[in-house]
C-alpha cells in the first residue's frame, strides 16, 4: 500500500537528482492524481518557469499513441475504409507493402502490421543509418524530403521477421503512413479526435518539428558540471516520436489508461497491457507490445515507455494491477529510467536485494566479436566489486555475478569460457557467442586499411583515410558530407569507427568495422554495425569517389 510518506519521498528526492534545467513529475494511484511536482526552468535564459501546462516533447511515448489510433481505426473505420468493401485488417497490410521497398517483401513475405507494432520487423533503424548517409548532428531531417529516400535505401533484414526483437523507429513512421493512406486522414488530425480528445489531453498536439516546437520550453545538452546549452535539433518526427504533452496532459492519459484497463478485456489497452505477446514461435514471451515494454519493477508487473530526444526524456510506466502510475518529463538528458525505478522502489516500499559479493575470474575482462550480428561486445570491471559492465547493445549493462564465470541482469545472461563468451539476451530472444579479440600488429599496422568503400544497398560511400594504427572514417550519402571521426583499433581486423553525437540523441555509439580479406590477405571490404542497424556490407574501390558521384 502507498503511505503519504513515500509519496512524499519521491516528490522531495528525484528533482535534486535531476534537478536542471528543469522537470516535472506525477504520481497516481488507480486513476487519481497522489501527487506532483515541478521545478526548474523552461527556459533558462528568459527564466520561465516550469508548471504543469507546460509542453514537453514526449519522444518515443507517441508510438503507443499510434498503436491505440490503428486499434481503433480497425474497430471503428473511417468511411473511407468502410466504402472500400474489403476486409480492414487487409487495406492496412496492402498499405504496408505499397509503402516499403518490394525487396523487403520478396526476402520476406511475412512481415506485417503486427511486427511493426511489436519491434519484431528485423529492420535496421534509420536514426543510427542516418549516420552512413553523410548526416552532420545539427543536419536537417524532414518528412517532405529525407523520408521517402530513406525507405528506398531500406531493403533488407537484420533477423526474420517474428523471430527477435530490436528498436526500430522505422516500424513507427512507416505505421503512421499506413494509418494515413488507410484511413484518409493527416495523422495529427486522426490522433486528436479519436485519441487525445477522448482521453482529456487539451493541449497534447503532434508536432513533428523539432526545430519549431511551440514552447516556452526548450531542451539542454549537457550536465551540471559542464553547463547546460540549447539543443539544436532539426528532426521531423511522425510516428515514431512527434507528441508534445504538458504533465497535466500526462496525468489525463493515465486516468484514462486506468480506466480503459478496469473495463478490459476488449479494449486496446487491456489487450496490450495485460500480458506480453509471443515471438513467431508462439511459446517465448515478447516484452514490447503495442508500443509498451512489459518490465517487473521488484516482482511487480508494469507496462509504459520511455523517450529521448536532443534535449529531452521522458517515462511514462503503469503497474496495472497495482494500480500505480508515475510520470517524469524532462528538458534535459539525465537518464530517465532509473528514476522511475526509484520511484515504484520506494512506492512500493521495495529495498534493493542484498547480493554476496562475486569475484569475477580474470578471463572476463576484454573484447569480444559476436560471431553473428559481427559486433563488438566489451567486457571490463564495474564501480562495485562484484559487478561486470559489459558493453553491446549501445549502452554499457551491469552484470552481477553470481558466481565466478556467470553474470546476470534483469533481461540477460551471460558465461565467460576462455576465449569464448556466451549471452543469451532475453529480452531481444538472441543467443550470442562471441569469441575473444587478439591484437595484432600487422592488422594495427596495416596502411592498405585506408581507401574508399561503397556499400550499395544503402547507397552509402566511406572514406577511410590516416597513417598505420591512426585511422579516421567519413561517410557520404544522400544527406550530404558526416562529421569525420576517429577509428580505434580493438584486435585481429575488427576497429570501431567512434560516433559520439549523432543526427539526434542518444547517438549510435560505436560502429564496429570487421575488414574482409581475400585470398591473397588484401582487404576487399568489410562489414560494419551498431545495436540497431547490423551487418551493412562494404566493399572496397579501386578508384576514388566523392559525393558528386554518388
Known amino acids: 500500500m502507498i503511505t503519504q510518506d513515500s509519496i512524499d519521498q519521491v516528490l522531495e528526492t528525484l528533482p535534486l537528482r535531476y534537478s536542471g534545467p528543469g522537470g516535472a513529475l506525477a504520481i497516481l494511484q488507480n486513476g487519481k492524481l497522489l501527487g506532483q511536482r515541478v521545478w526548474g526552468y523552461a527556459d533558462v535564459a528568459k527564466r520561465i518557469h516550469m508548471d504543469p501546462d507546460t509542453r514537453m516533447p514526449i519522444c518515443s511515448i507517441t508510438k503507443q499513441f499510434i498503436c491505440a489510433l490503428l486499434l481503433d481505426l480497425k474497430q471503428n473505420p473511417t468511411p473511407a475504409m468502410t466504402a472500400r468493401g474489403t476486409d480492414i485488417d487487409a487495406q492496412f497490410e496492402d498499405k504496408l507493402r505499397e509503402t516499403l521497398h518490394p525487396d523487403i517483401f520478396a526476402a520476406h513475405p511475412e512481415l506485417s502490421v503486427q511486427h511493426l507494432c511489436d519491434m519484431q520487423s528485423g529492420l535496421r533503424d534509420y536514426w543510427a543509418m542516418t549516420a552512413l548517409w553523410g548526416a552532420e548532428p545539427e543536419g536537417e531531417f524532414r518528412l517532405a524530403r529525407q523520408y521517402a529516400p530513406m525507405l528506398t535505401r531500406t531493403k533488407s533484414f537484420q533477423f526474420a521477421p517474428g523471430t527477435e526483437y530490436s528498436y526500430c523507429n522505422v516500424n513507427f513512421h512507416v505505421l503512421g503512413r499506413v494509418i494515413e493512406r488507410v484511413a484518409g486522414g493527416e495523422l495529427g488530425g486522426l490522433l486528436r479526435e479519436r485519441v487525445l480528445a477522448p482521453a482529456g489531453m487539451d493541449t497534447a498536439v503532434l508536432w513533428p518539428s523539432n526545430a519549431t516546437l511551440p514552447g516556452p520550453c526548450?531542451?539542454?545538452?549537457?550536465?551540471?558540471?559542464?553547463?547546460?546549452?540549447?539543443?539544436?535539433?532539426?528532426?521531423?518526427?511522425?510516428?515514431?516520436?512527434?507528441?508534445?504533452?504538458?504533465?497535466?496532459?500526462?496525468?489525463?492519459?493515465?486516468?484514462?489508461?486506468?480506466?480503459?484497463?478496469a473495463e478490459g478485456p476488449d479494449n486496446w489497452y487491456a489487450r496490450a497491457a495485460s500480458k506480453p505477446t509471443t515471438f513467431a514461435d508462439g511459446t517465448t514471451p515478447a516484452m514490447y507490445h503495442f508500443g509498451l515494454i512489459h518490465e517487473f519493477a521488484d516482482g511487480v508487473h508494469t507496462v509504459g515507455h520511455s523517450g529521448a530526444l536532443r534535449g529531452w526524456r521522458s517515462h511514462r510506466r503503469h503497474a496495472p494491477e497495482a494500480g500505480i502510475s508515475v510520470i517524469v518529463l524532462l528538458n534535459h538528458e539525465a537518464s530517465v529510467g532509473p528514476a522511475v525505478e526509484y520511484a515504484f522502489q520506494a512506492l512500493l516500499q521495495k529495498s534493493a536485494p542484498e547480493s554476496p559479493i562475486v569475484e569475477p575470474t580474470p578471463a572476463w575482462e576484454g573484447s569480444f566479436l559476436d560471431r553473428d550480428t559481427q559486433l563488438v561486445v566489451r567486457v571490463r570491471p564495474g564501480s562495485k566489486r562484484g559487478q561486470l559492465v559489459l558493453a553491446y547493445a549501445g549502452a554499457d549493462e551491469t552484470l552481477r555475478l553470481t558466481d565466478p564465470s556467470h553474470g546476470e541482469t534483469a533481461w540477460m545472461k551471460a558465461r565467460i569460457d576462455g576465449d569464448v563468451l556466451h549471452v543469451h539476451r532475453i529480452k531481444e530472444n538472441r543467443k550470442l557467442e562471441a569469441r575473444r579479440l587478439v591484437s595484432r600488429p600487422s592488422s594495427f599496422q596495416d596502411a592498405s586499411l585506408t581507401g574508399d568503400y561503397r556499400c550499395e544497398e544503402v547507397d552509402s560511400v566511406f572514406h577511410c583515410w590516416g597513417e598505420a594504427g591512426l585511422l579516421y572514417g567519413e561517410f557520404d550519402g544522400y544527406l550530404g558530407r558526416g562529421t569525420a571521426t576517429v577509428m580505434r583499433y580493438v584486435g585481429d581486423d575488427v576497429w570501431v569507427l567512434t560516433c559520439p553525437r549523432g543526427l539526434d540523441a542518444p547517438a549510435p555509439g560505436d560502429w564496429t568495422v570487421v575488414f574482409r580479406r581475400g585470398e591473397d590477405g588484401a582487404v576487399e571490404g568489410f562489414t560494419m554495425g551498431c545495436w540497431l542497424a547490423r551487418r551493412v556490407e562494404f566493399v572496397k574501390l579501386k578508384s576514388a569517389i566523392h559525393l558528386e558521384d554518388i
Do not use: P
Open 218 to 261: 526548450i531542451g539542454y545538452e549537457g550536465t551540471e558540471q559542464t553547463g547546460y546549452v540549447a539543443a539544436v535539433n532539426n528532426m521531423e518526427w511522425s510516428g515514431d516520436a512527434g507528441l508534445v504533452a504538458s504533465l497535466k496532459d500526462m496525468i489525463a492519459w493515465e486516468t484514462h489508461l486506468h480506466r480503459l484497463y
